[in-house]
């Protein structure tokens, strides 16, 4: 059984500039959610993709996006970077048919100088 | 929406010893989980306790939702322990996990 994915590990933005993180999500598992995670804090729910659809979102402005994609992988896209979305995203997969515990991915770490 | 609190915020232990966790919750959940956050970043599934009491090697766990807090039990720490401990409950029909600010545990040789 393959777990959750994400690529890539970290990367190093500039403030203005966009970026995509990619998930892959455990083995048949159909829904996938965003958290980002700042530096001492706990993860914080960006939004979460059911069947291609956005199921839920955080307290995130528009800037934030993503998508699902039939495979059940998933992007997070964050437009005109700034320094506070300096973080760690994690992905966690989740099998909404007989369970609702979510399985995290190693994460990306995101820099905005 | 949903609080989540979590205590102590950093406990120190000697190798060997035990320790207990506390989550405590402000409005029924229909999901809570506990997990291990490594150095590297990575969020380790420990327990997916709505309720009841679930055991794992040296750890256990206990849900009391009609009490609304949670009780993770670490026996004979190891160094390997070390980490952050979250607590993290769902509420609502999203599934969104709300985290609690976790427990910092440092485990002495």
């Known amino acids: 059984e393959t777990g959750v994915t994400q690529s890539p590990t970290h990367l190093i933005k500039t403030r203005g500039q966009q970026v995509t993180l990619r998930c892959s999500s455990q083995s048949g598992h159909n829904t996938v959610s965003w958290y980002q995670q700042a530096l001492g804090q706990g993860p914080q729910f960006i939004f979460q993709y059911y069947r291609e659809e956005e199921n839920g979102r955080g307290n995130f402005p528009p800037r934030f996006s993503g998508l699902q994609f039939p495979n059940y992988s998933s992007e997070l896209n964050v437009n005109a970077l700034e320094l506070d979305d300096s973080a760690l995203y994690l992905c966690a997969s989740s099998n909404n048919r007989n369970s609702y515990e979510q399985y995290f991915g190693p994460g990306t770490r995101l820099t905005v100088t | 929406g949903i609080q989540v609190e979590q205590s102590p915020p950093d406990l120190i232990l000697q190798e060997g010893a035990n320790s207990t966790l506390r989550c405590n919750f402000s409005d029924s959940v229909n999901n809570l989980q506990w997990f291990h956050q490594n150095p590297w970043g990575q969020l380790i599934n420990l327990f997916y306790?709505?309720?009841g009491t679930k055991q794992n090697g040296r750890l256990s766990a206990t849900t009391v939702a009609t009490e609304r807090y949670s009780l993770l039990y670490i026996s004979s720490s190891q160094t390997t322990d070390s980490g952050v401990y979250f607590c993290a409950v769902d509420s609502g029909s999203a599934r969104q996990l709300t985290f609690g600010s976790g427990t910092q545990l440092t485990v002495l040789p």
């Open positions: 306790i709505p309720s």
